[in-house]
């Protein structure tokens, strides 16, 4: 089985796997919201971000607020979530650029020149404020491209790049988020579930431990 026959089995079954799937990250509907949620989610759990953003919020008011903030304050609420100083800076950083451009833009060139977003922070803000398909390639959808041999590389850009190949555009964030739910609830890190896996006849296993 190649990667495109695969990857039409996997369109196939990942959404009646996973109809819940979506972006767990909380917030209010804006894109402001969503952008700093998302800077401040790397290397932690959406978990522990839905717990420290309405703090910071709270303490700060609005994106204004947040960029005139004192670095020790920032630093302070956003500890709990790890690589508190780079975070810190980089959502200040993030809030006084929006402010000066006006808004959050809805493009992927003009996204990444935002201070301390990444192509994967962008892919969140398109697909789910601006209606964008977007390739999200979070720990999750990185580990499983490599598990399913939908990508033989590491590099978060170039996976991507893999997927938008052989995923149709218009499935672009779902699949995301389906293989996202999947690698949290069944394909983890350390201990895979392949007994019980609704992939399991189609997954070439590469990587898996044991």
């Known amino acids: 089985m190649n990667r495109e026959e695969r990857t039409v089995i996997l ?9 819940d799937a979506r972006c767990l ?3 209010d509907g804006s894109a402001e919201r969503l952008l700093i949620s998302t800077i401040l989610s790397a290397r932690t759990t959406d978990d522990a971000v839905n717990r420290v953003a309405p703090l910071l919020w709270s303490r700060v008011g609005d994106l204004r607020g947040l960029a005139g903030a004192s670095r020790d304050l920032v630093e302070d609420i956003v500890h709990p979530l790890g690589f508190f100083r780079s975070k810190a800076k980089a959502v200040q950083e993030a809030a006084a650029w929006v402010l ?3 808004s ?7 996204l990444v ?4 977003v990444g192509r994967k922070t962008a892919g969140v803000v398109l697909g789910e404020v ?7 390639v979070d720990t999750h959808v990185g580990r499983l491209a ?5 990508a033989r590389v590491r590099d978060p850009d170039r996976i991507e790049a893999k997927l938008r190949s052989v995923v149709p555009m218009e499935a672009w964030t779902s699949f995301s988020h389906q293989l996202g ?3 949290r609830r069944v394909c983890t890190s350390r201990a895979p579930d392949c007994t019980s896996c609704g992939l399991n006849d189609v997954c070439p296993r590469r990587g898996v431990p044991g």
């Not at 601006?130 to 999200?136: C, E, K, L, N, R």
């Open 130 to 136: 601006f209606g964008v398909p977007a390739i999200i």
């Open 25 to 27: 990250l909380e917030y």
């Open 181 to 183: 739910f999947h690698g």
């Open 104 to 110: 959050v833009p809805g493009s992927m060139e003009e």
């Open 113 to 116: 020149r935002i201070p301390g």
């Open 146 to 150: 490599g598990r399913l041999d939908l």
């Open 11 to 19: 369109l196939e079954r990942l959404p009646k796997m996973y109809p």
């Open 100 to 102: 000066d451009r006006g």
